[in-house]
């Protein structure tokens, strides 16, 4: 057991890690690689006064930066960049990071534009919702402090992603927003008490002493509210205009600044109206609605965050297993492939591997979105970041860190939440060039009303530029996407592209993949048929020779089916995606695959073997160079909720086909069982692709759904792509989503929940455009008062952030 802190970040320092970093003269010990790599850069840089001035450890490594080491170079070293930055071809690399200071669309489309302009920078992608961005860059030419740097230039900060910290600043963002809406609600509260008898009173009730003692003391009390409460809006307007661009909070910092300007000259000449109760109303309605908005925002990102969040921190590794089951605590991001790590009941697992040791049961359900606990025996594969429930286990590491399944999970959300949908897009220009509009409307309004009554014409200016603020629309998609994104993650069905949600609403054909798509894949060896001489179990040790290197799942059936044998080795092969395999066995060149595949080499089929091809069963053939050797026959079983899914998607209006490489008797028996009437069967992935085209061309908006490595470029094709969780990595990576838990059902909710979607990003795009429409008239008129204003641009952007959440209930939507 570790009974040591680390001097930089303040984790535990595991027992057989020696990282010493000389402190002041003193050795001073260190976690990791990356801790050590900062705290020698501080103390070669003379900076280790940072050391004896911290007022205390940090709570996570990403923390353990002093401000003043942003000048240097510590983002750029190796070792530091381990945990938020991925290597994407030789010279390139993508970071993680969170920005902080983003309030609006606007300041999304400054920092792309921005950061994005920069020489070597290859993409720029930034969340609206989560606060999350995507650098990628081309290391020669440009270093990543460099690219901070110029955030940091145009008044934000870019920090490292790290999901303690990200928690932190949003409790942080919370708690400040909490206290300028006190502030200003006590501003309020108090300014109106001297505003209502003023109001009340009849002409000559109130003194002009008393009206200006009560205008002073107005004033006193709205100071508070402008200077502090209102300090966001100012601060976020003066750095938009010192880019020369329009944001959101210009307006709004213009309204507040001219009605309080405004009175103030009023209370000192002793002459005009004031508007203390206007502006301490206004910005205590402001304040009220983007708290409850930041509140729905953040809650509508829990899933991405709780997914970030599932990895622990430390793991009992049990270093001499299994000659003792003593163990120490090691940092997960230190466990190397092939440790074994002890699980108690209740613990996360701490890396993909296998069960070595012990019964139990995992908790997956975020991972997949299997609410039951899945049964782990000796011999079965654990993901990392699921929980024990039961009783210890033994596992044997075999990814950890940026390899594990949990951390692809992650990476495929962040992508897909990056990712800016043409909706979003267009929606972000109407918005951005919608204030600008607004400002030279409400120009035109102030100018018009000071001709025909200028003591109306500040509170009439100030409402037009707050009530009509394009929030909402900003906000409208983005928002319900992300929501809709969590909501699908947590059924099983992981979004990786940013459009994903809206395609598969607007889907009008189905294509399914037959084999581990709409049957288990989970194939066994029932039957063989021997052609030659050669007895039955010779041809299953060669076959299994041929797919010895295969991960399809007839070719996993039959190495299945000869697990003890000592196979032959296979040289040359050749593999032919769809078809099948040809390589040398015992100095024979042999083919296995399809029949027409094998009859193109020898032939005609033999009598023997015409009632096995008639038969709807999935038969593969074994030849040599002259001769038919052996057919196989493969059984499989058709997914029990895929009869529910094709019933509901045809009840929808929806198309369905089903497009295989298997013989026709096959598809036929499987299309009848469920219901499908355009069956495509021995399609090659060349005929799938050509089918999908012609679908294409027709119109139609394809989903097609598959899993192996012959599906992935008809699933690069098709406008949504679904793979199957357990299927090939290629088809995987393609896909524009991901069926996680390979249940048939959570596709048919996802299907569900997306249409529902699409209907709530429509319903706020129509109010955000209503409103907007409806409220400037109102406001040039005079019918609309500041407070008012306030209450309307609030009102409006929580609407659209409540509408949103109502994607997160379960289907019954």
Known sequence: MTSQSCYHCGQSVPADVSLDVSVGGTLRPMCCLGCQAVARAIVENGLEDYYRTRGALPESPAQAVPEVLDRLALF???????????????????ASLMLEGITCAACIWLNERHAGGLPGVVAVDINYTTRRARVRWDETRIRLSEILAAIAAIGYRAHPYDAGRHEELARRERRDALWRLWVAGLGMMQVMMYAVPVYVAGEGEITADVESLLRWASLLLTLPVVVYSSAPFFRNAWRDLRL??????VPVALGVGAAFLASVW?????????YFDSVTMFVFFLLGGRFLEMNARQKAVSVTEALARLMPAFAHRLANYPDDREFTQVMVGDLPVGAHVLVRPGETIPADGRVVEGNSAADEALLTGESRP???TPGDRVTGGSVNTESPLVIRVDRVGEGTRLSAIVRLMERAALEKPRVVELADRIASRFVAALLLVALAAAVAWMVHDPQRALWITVSVLVVTCPCALSLATPIALTVAAGALARDGLLVTRGHAVETLARATHFVFD???????????????LPLSDLPADQCLALAAALEAGSEHPLAKAIRAAAPSRELPLALDLINEPGQGVEGLVVERRLRIGRPAFVAARVGAPPAAAESWLDASDTVIALADESRWLA?????DQVRPEAETLIAELRRDGKTVVLLTGDAPAVAETVARRLGIDQVRASATPQDKHECVTELQSRGAVVAMVGDGVNDAPVLALAQISVAMGGGAELARTQADMVLLSENLDHLRRGVRRAGFSLRVIRQNLWWSFAYNFVALPLAIAGYVTPWMAGIGMSASSLLVVLNSLRIQRSEEN
Request: hydrophobic share 35%; no cysteine.
């Open 76 to 94: 750029d070293h190796a070792d530091f960049q381990k945990s938020f930055v991925r290597e994407m071809g030789e010279n390139e690399r993508e």
């Open 514 to 528: 037959k084999t581990g798509t709409l049957t288990t894949g989970r194939m066994t060896l029932s039957d063989i």
């Open 631 to 635: 057919l196989f026959r493969i059984a």
């Open 374 to 376: 899945v049964r782990k």
């Open 266 to 274: 009023a209370t000192w000449v002793q002459s005009g109206e004031v």
């Open 244 to 249: 020369r661009r329009v944001g959101m909070d």
